[in-house]
């Protein structure tokens, strides 16, 4: 079975500027969750998704969204980009008893 | 509400010697709790996992880890250490919530 994937694998981005994130879960995996991972903050929650509906949202601005589509993949988003989005973003998909992780997007933003 | 705390944010040990990466947790609720690790540019890969089956817990590579409900501990152990090993560790708890994730601690193996 293919694992989670994620594309890009590397973006550098300015200020100001939007991005997108794209996640493809494993194969019959229904929900789909987002980290994110900088030096300072360590690992932290974005949102999960579960047949298309948003079902857990983290601590974060609303510049961060998610969505899924009927596939189950699934997409971030982050508008007016700020220095301190750069990080590594990681997509999980799985069950709450098990998540498999996707390699990650690094974002750079200058 | 949940939380992890990972001692030590980096551990040494030679290679052939017993590793020992320490973990507690705070749950409301029963937990569910994970040890993964992460290489360089890599996302994270599950070690192992304790859902309420038994205690002690063995994952891949040679990793174990005990679960200790009085002590609140799943403490990640490998008898003999590899220089493969070296990365970082994370221990996560959930209880029907996302995953909360510990600090981390980067192991080091010396030859």
């Known amino acids: 079975k293919a694992g989670v994937t994620q594309t890009p694998r590397y973006l550098i981005k300015t200020r100001g500027q939007q991005v997108t994130l794209s996640c493809s879960p494993i194969?019959?995996?229904?929900?789909v969750s987002w980290y994110q991972q900088t030096p300072g903050q360590g690992l932290q929650f974005l949102f999960e998704?579960?047949?298309?509906?948003?079902?857990n949202k983290g601590n974060f601005p609303g510049r961060f969204s998610g969505r899924q589509f009927s596939n189950s993949r699934s997409e971030m988003n982050v508008s007016t980009l700020e220095l301190g989005d750069s990080a590594l973003y990681l997509c999980?998909?799985?069950?709450?008893?098990?998540?498999?992780f996707g390699p990650g997007t690094r974002l750079l933003v200058l | 509400a949940q939380s992890v705390t990972q001692l030590g944010s980096h551990v040494s040990v030679s290679e052939g010697a017993l590793v020992l990466l320490r973990c507690n947790y705070s749950?409301?609720?029963?937990?569910?709790l994970f040890w993964y690790v992460q290489y360089p540019n890599q996302g994270l890969q599950l070690l192992l996992k304790?859902?309420?089956?038994?205690?002690l817990v063995k994952g891949i590579n040679g990793f174990e880890a005990e679960f200790k409900k009085s002590e609140t501990s799943f403490h990640l152990t490998k008898p003999s250490a590899h220089m493969s090993d070296a990365a970082e560790y994370f221990c996560?708890?959930?209880?029907?919530?996302?995953?909360?994730f510990g600090k981390g601690t980067r192991l080091s193996v010396i030859a």
């Open positions: 999980a998909s799985g069950t709450v008893e098990t998540q498999y």
């Open positions: 998704y579960f047949s298309e509906t948003q079902r």
């Open positions: 304790y859902t309420s089956a038994a205690t």
């Open positions: 194969s019959g995996h229904r929900s």
């Open positions: 749950s409301s609720v029963p937990p569910y």
């Open positions: 996560a708890v959930s209880g029907n919530t996302p995953l909360v």
